[in-house]
Nanobody, 120 residues
Framework: QVQLVESGGGLVQPGGSLRLSCAAS????????MGWYRQAPGKRRELVAA???????NYADSVKGRFTISRDNAKNTVYLQVNSLKPEDTAVYYC??????????????WGQGTQVTVSS
């Protein structure tokens, strides 16, 4: 019903930057918030950044000042600009959408994940 397509992950050196993109499609009725989570090997999935439909943002303490989340409501797309990357940022990054599909209730939807590897 709702699909999230992610792009922009890859291999980058410490201190480098990437821009992750997540485009939502399908029978979307409304979007309350979109965000990014990440999961490193041996760790639980954690919230990295989120943005509401009204533009309010929230960041994990570990990425404040380095990562920036933004959105394009016309395209149902959310971006995560990741700067000053550190090896500990290495993880699978997952896009999340909180919203409603047509005929649905408010729910969370997830992308397949995109790998970000920070290594020299």
């Amino acid at each position: 019903q709702v699909q999230l397509v992610e792009s922009g992950g890859g291999l980058v050196q410490p201190g480098g930057s990437l821009r992750l993109s997540c485009a939502a499609s399908g029978s979307i009725f409304s979007i309350n918030a979109m965000g990014w989570y990440r999961q490193a090997p041996g760790k639980r999935r954690e919230l990295v950044a989120a943005i509401t439909s009204g533009g309010s943002t929230n960041y994990a303490d570990s990425v404040k000042g380095r990562f920036t989340i933004s959105r394009d409501n016309a395209k149902n797309t959310v971006y995560l600009q990741v700067n000053s990357l550190k090896p500990e940022d290495t993880a699978v990054y997952y896009c999340n959408l909180q919203g409603r599909a047509v005929w649905g209730i408010q729910s969370d939807y997830w992308g397949q994940g995109t790998q970000v590897t920070v290594s020299s």
